[in-house]
């Protein structure tokens, strides 16, 4: 593209971003959508202590009953309000560390240790979540209770597939939700972190978006071929890495992102946002070894052990990508706060879809 076109491009993005300033100004501070399906810890995050999260704006206590199944209720006693992720987890109560009242999984108070035989109990009710454990995460449903069990729930098939191996890890990014979705649909932010980016010299050739998803397509470049055993080393050894076409696909899949280079990695970004400066996600990657039959015809103890011996070992490339992304975002958070009214040029037409998507979403009439 020579200097006129940039001009021109940058021109227009200007033009636009006056023209939709007074509404633009108000995009960092829009709310989620409570009718989808979140994210709110690792499935390994929540053991037999009672765990507390908060997803947007919302305290919430996960423990886990009897059965070893997740309740999700409000993490405020309602007798005191503190915290009742401070307390413990008898049989399927949850008991508050205060004075030790107990509370059912269905939120309704069913024990007080001081109870004398004249009196009842209260009838306050803890607020209690839609959540289901699946994939390796816990997802919860903040919205219309009715709503949660015909809204679809993005799903990670690869977490448990044997043709995968997986590697996550956490970004906790003091920023708006927006900037993060954002980030992770301009693939032209590679610049950003070197040799340790998958793919190179991205172009961006299609763009698609509704009401519930924007899908971009790069034709692109990448580094990494995984067909050889050993093709994990070029994680290590830059001088066996090769540049080679693949296509790259990025999903803002409200509220979460998915993307896919080539036939070999699948990497997510699971969304749990926390209020309008803190942002909690689950950044996932997956390498695929459908190019292996062989290995798919060993014993399942065996392929069992090979996935487990090789989860998590992009974990530390992950880490490096989130600190270099986090430091970027979390400017754009502080700019933002200083200069709200500051629209700057942006080229690539992936942000303006993304924008559009998160105002349709935030701001959707919530169904009764
Ligand atoms: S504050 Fe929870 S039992 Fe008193
Ligand atoms: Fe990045």
Redesign the pocket.
């Given at each position: 593209m020579d200097l006129i076109d940039l001009q021109a491009l940058t021109a227009v993005a200007e033009d636009n971003g006056q023209a939709e300033e007074s509404q633009a100004k108000s995009l960092r501070g829009l709310g989620i959508n409570p009718n989808h399906w979140y994210v709110v810890a690792q499935s390994q995050e929540l053991g037999a202590k009672p765990l507390g999260v908060t997803l947007w704006h919302q305290p919430i206590v996960l423990y886990r009953d009897r059965q070893g199944q997740v309740v999700a209720v409000e993490d405020r006693?309602p007798?005191?309000?503190?915290k009742?992720s401070e307390g413990t987890v008898e049989g399927d109560h949850l008991v508050?560390?205060?004075?030790?009242?107990q509370f059912a999984p269905d939120g309704r108070c069913a024990h007080i240790p001081y109870l004398e035989p004249q009196q009842k109990l209260p009838t306050c009710r803890l607020r209690r979540y839609p959540v289901k454990e699946q994939d390796g995460f816990i997802w919860l449903f903040p919205g219309e209770v009715a709503l949660a069990e015909v809204r679809p729930l993005l799903g990670v098939p690869e977490w448990d597939h044997l043709n995968f191996i997986g590697s996550s890890a956490v970004i906790d990014v003091q920023a708006h939700y927006s900037f993060l979705i954002e980030n992770l649909m301009d693939m032209y932010h590679g610049h950003l972190h070197g040799a340790a980016q998958v793919w190179a010299n991205p172009v961006l050739s299609n763009l698609h978006g509704d009401d519930q998803r924007v899908h971009a397509h790069y034709d692109a470049e990448s580094y990494y071929r995984i067909d050889k055993l050993w093709s994990a080393t070029q994680l290590l050894i830059p001088a066996l890495r090769q540049l080679h076409p693949e296509p790259l696909d990025v999903y803002y899949h409200y509220p979460h992102w998915v993307a896919t280079l080539g036939k070999d990695f699948k990497l997510y970004c699971l969304f749990g946002p926390v209020d309008e400066t803190r942002t909690r996600a689950y950044l996932l990657h997956f390498t695929s070894l459908q190019q292996f039959p062989k290995l798919h015809q060993t014993p399942l103890p065996v392929r069992r052990f090979f996935k487990k011996s090789f989860t998590n070992s992009a974990s530390f490339v992950l880490r490096r990508l989130i600190r270099e992304d986090v430091l970027m975002l979390e400017q754009e958070q502080q700019a933002f706060v200083a200069h709200p009214s500051y629209r700057g040029p942006e080229l690539n037409r992936t942000l303006m879809a993304v924008q559009k998507l998160i105002r349709q979403q935030a701001t959707a009439p919530q169904e009764a």
């Amino acid at each position: 593209m020579d200097l006129i076109d940039l001009q021109a491009l940058t021109a227009v993005a200007e033009d636009n971003g006056q023209a939709e300033e007074s509404q633009a100004k108000s995009l960092r501070g829009l709310g989620i959508n409570p009718n989808h399906w979140y994210v709110v810890a690792q499935s390994q995050e929540l053991g037999a202590k009672p765990l507390g999260v908060t997803l947007w704006h919302q305290p919430i206590v996960l423990y886990r009953d009897r059965q070893g199944q997740v309740v999700a209720v409000e993490d405020r006693c309602p007798h005191r309000q503190v915290k009742l992720s401070e307390g413990t987890v008898e049989g399927d109560h949850l008991v508050c560390a205060y004075h030790g009242w107990q509370f059912a999984p269905d939120g309704r108070c069913a024990h007080i240790p001081y109870l004398e035989p004249q009196q009842k109990l209260p009838t306050c009710r803890l607020r209690r979540y839609p959540v289901k454990e699946q994939d390796g995460f816990i997802w919860l449903f903040p919205g219309e209770v009715a709503l949660a069990e015909v809204r679809p729930l993005l799903g990670v098939p690869e977490w448990d597939h044997l043709n995968f191996i997986g590697s996550s890890a956490v970004i906790d990014v003091q920023a708006h939700y927006s900037f993060l979705i954002e980030n992770l649909m301009d693939m032209y932010h590679g610049h950003l972190h070197g040799a340790a980016q998958v793919w190179a010299n991205p172009v961006l050739s299609n763009l698609h978006g509704d009401d519930q998803r924007v899908h971009a397509h790069y034709d692109a470049e990448s580094y990494y071929r995984i067909d050889k055993l050993w093709s994990a080393t070029q994680l290590l050894i830059p001088a066996l890495r090769q540049l080679h076409p693949e296509p790259l696909d990025v999903y803002y899949h409200y509220p979460h992102w998915v993307a896919t280079l080539g036939k070999d990695f699948k990497l997510y970004c699971l969304f749990g946002p926390v209020d309008e400066t803190r942002t909690r996600a689950y950044l996932l990657h997956f390498t695929s070894l459908q190019q292996f039959p062989k290995l798919h015809q060993t014993p399942l103890p065996v392929r069992r052990f090979f996935k487990k011996s090789f989860t998590n070992s992009a974990s530390f490339v992950l880490r490096r990508l989130i600190r270099e992304d986090v430091l970027m975002l979390e400017q754009e958070q502080q700019a933002f706060v200083a200069h709200p009214s500051y629209r700057g040029p942006e080229l690539n037409r992936t942000l303006m879809a993304v924008q559009k998507l998160i105002r349709q979403q935030a701001t959707a009439p919530q169904e009764a």
